[in-house]
């Protein structure tokens, strides 16, 4: 298969080095630093069996590659208007477009039937623009389970089990999907198809959301997310929040509270994506990952007033931060308190 990954981040490196290490064609639009390092040195990628160091073949530029037959999208979610339109070239009618992305997709109520058939999720897709640029046809449901943490350009550590799930967004099956599973199969990631993709894409919506914003305003890893006494009665007040809004869109969630929490603990000292990205000062994903969650709620007359408290609270400590390091008078001298000022 032709395949090329769109961004070079912890997702996009760890799936282009195992796609390369199993042999397959791929082929990794990346830029900037990245783009030199990868150049210059594949990809570097830290399993548990050890360090790899993997020849990729990278571009800056998607022109000249014609048609893929898949096309993995490992950007943010809030990218996707940015990137889609420049991947022209690489879109032919059989072209497979694979958004691998964290939160609610765009393409949710396309492909079903249903009062809301066809509608624009405003939170991740203003306006529809995203519908417009591409059918919903030729979109590929990702629901990825993957922990993976870019340590520098091009290095990515990433340890625990690979987890994909794919999805027709009409929930039939089509030999392209079983084709790609076994492609990412041969690559050592645990690849599924699922005939009812918005099943797995809640579960992970709500994996998301309650971990993500949290960590965030916590500064917690996952494991401390969902054991802390102080933090589990909000991660709890979550997850009953989402629930009832997966319930009203006819999903089912196949994991009991006590299994949830002791999954989310076990995954170990995992800094969040969203967490990641605060620390570097980048946008965080809480469109997808919050605000659409409280969109589809209101059309269906439900409240979620902690999740919304949570998400305001993230958005405040990320603006606060970005205009704080963009200050002229912003000091790179840590702040040292005594023991009274750090217990106030």
């Not at 449901?141 to 340890?159: D, K, M």
């Not at 030999?175 to 894409?201: F, K, Y």
């Not at 994996?207 to 996952?222: C, E, I, K, M, Y």
């Not at 979620?304 to 405040?316: G, H, N, Q, S, Y």
Request: overall charge neutral; proline content about 6%; hydrophobic content about 45%.
């Amino acid at each position: 298969m032709r395949l090329i990954i769109v961004g070079a981040g912890a997702i996009g490196c760890t799936l282009a080095a195992l796609l390369a290490m199993s042999g397959q064609a791929v082929t990794l639009l990346a830029r900037g630093d990245t783009l030199d390092a990868v150049r210059r040195d594949g990809v570097r990628l830290t399993r548990i069996d050890g360090t790899h160091q993997v020849p990729v073949q990278v571009t800056g530029v998607p022109d000249g590659l014609g048609p893929q037959d898949a096309i993995f999208i490992c950007t943010k979610a809030h990218s996707l208007g940015d990137v889609l339109p420049g991947l022209a070239p690489l879109i032919g009618p059989e072209t497979c477009v694979v958004p691998m992305v964290n939160g609610v997709p765009w393409w949710y109520f396309q492909g079903v039937s249903g009062r809301l058939q066809g509608r624009a999720i405003e939170a991740v897709d203003p306006g529809g623009g995203l519908l417009a640029m591409l059918p919903w046809q030729q979109v590929l449901g990702a629901v990825v389970l993957i922990t993976a943490e870019r340590t520098a350009p091009g290095t990515v550590h990433s340890t625990n089990p690979l987890l994909l799930v794919l999805g027709e967004p009409d929930h039939t099956e089509h030999p392209r999907t079983h084709r790609l599973a076994a492609v990412l199969r041969a690559a050592g990631i645990d690849a599924r198809v699922s005939t009812a993709i918005r099943d797995n894409v809640w579960t992970k919506v709500i994996a998301n959301l309650t971990s993500n914003p949290l960590s965030v305003v916590t500064g917690a890893t996952l494991d401390r997310l969902y054991s802390d006494p102080d933090i589990v009665p909000l991660v709890r007040k979550i997850l009953h929040e989402a629930l009832q809004v997966a319930a009203a869109y006819g999903a089912r969630f196949p994991v009991d509270l006590q299994s949830f929490l002791a999954q989310g603990a076990g995954m170990g000292a995992v800094r969040t994506s969203m967490l990641q990205d605060f620390d570097q000062g980048r946008p965080l994903e809480l469109a997808a990952i919050g605000d659409a969650i409280i969109e589809l709620a209101a059309l269906q007359g439900i409240d979620m007033p902690v999740t919304k408290d949570v998400i305001a609270l993230a958005r405040f400590r990320s603006k606060a931060a970005r205009a704080c390091a963009s200050s002229p008078h912003a000091s790179t001298t840590p702040i040292r308190v005594s023991q009274r000022e750090a217990h106030a």
